[in-house]
């Protein structure tokens, strides 16, 4: 596990918001990542606006903290860590967690305290009311992700990802954001998407938008990969399970997180 040693600030816009935010994250001594002064852990979540929104006791909330969390989850940061948000949501940065991994990498080294891993006992399944989306966690000795997307114009892809920092440095972080093309005018007159760009965002047409090509062909479901290691952040430690999902997203896993911080008898220490 690794140990933040150095200070890391960026600034940006926020993917939705389009507006100037600020991040920092520094070392403290807590045993867990702290945002905003509350334990990661103890603040509610909402998968329901095209991110991962987190809300704090007196009702205010960061958007989109998805990208930035699953950086840290991904190169195994579970405590020791304060972050520290300005702006209301989080940088959109490259779409992705690759420019924060070069970050994390500068500033951290592999002496960081081991933390108990959440061990799912029996299986667990959350799902949308007519049952064709689902995201489900089965006993397993590691994190193990099996993801199925299915877009238009893209069609079905599928990925099997076992976790390991270098499988995510190599395999996750590049993995960039997307949208529709038919859904940005609606998004934006949602206040949604106002800080999208070929930049740090992938638009689906009829026709595939994105900077010097994709990086993969199954780019998409790679970053859904990405965003469910952000949301299993929540949980504040490491997770030992197979976790299948079927045309998730954020609202899923997050009920799923839900679940297993919630009933000892499916999750426990």
């Known amino acids: 596990m690794r140990h933040l040693n150095g200070i890391i600030r960026v600034e940006g816009v926020g993917l939705h918001s389009g507006k ?39 009702g205010s909330e960061i958007r989109t903290c998805e990208h930035v969390l699953s950086a840290l989850y991904g190169m195994e940061i579970y405590s020791g860590v304060r972050v520290n948000v300005d702006g209301g949501e989080m940088p959109a940065l490259d779409g992705c967690s690759n420019f924060l991994i070069g970050e994390i990498l500068s500033n951290s080294d592999e002496d960081g305290h081991e933390v108990p891993s959440l061990e799912v006992r029996e299986p667990v399944i959350v799902s949308n009311e007519d049952r064709k989306r689902f995201v489900a966690a089965f006993p397993c000795d590691n994190l193990h992700i099996t993801y199925t997307v299915e877009y238009e114009n893209v069609g ?5 990802y076992t976790h390991t920092p270098g499988h995510y440095v190599f395999e996750i972080s590049e993995a960039r954001t997307f949208a529709l093309e038919r859904d940005i005018e609606y998004l934006r007159s949602h206040g949604m998407a106002l800080g999208g760009t070929l930049d740090n965002a992938i638009v689906i047409g ?30 504040g430690r490491p997770l030992n399970a197979h976790i299948i999902a079927m045309r998730a997203g954020h609202e899923l896993h997050l009920k799923l997180t839900e679940r297993l911080k919630g009933d000892t008898e499916i999750a426990r220490d």
């Open 20 to 58: 100037e935010c600020v991040l920092t994250i520094e070392p403290c001594d807590a045993p867990e990542v702290i945002m905003n002064g509350v334990p990661l852990r103890e603040l509610r979540t909402k998968g329901t606006n095209r991110g991962s929104d987190y809300i704090f006791p007196d």
């Open 156 to 160: 079905a892809q599928v990925y099997d």
């Open 206 to 235: 009829k026709t595939i938008h994105a900077k010097k090509g994709l990086r993969w062909p199954d780019e998409f479901v790679r970053h859904k990969v990405l965003d469910l290691i952000g949301d299993l952040s929540s949980l």
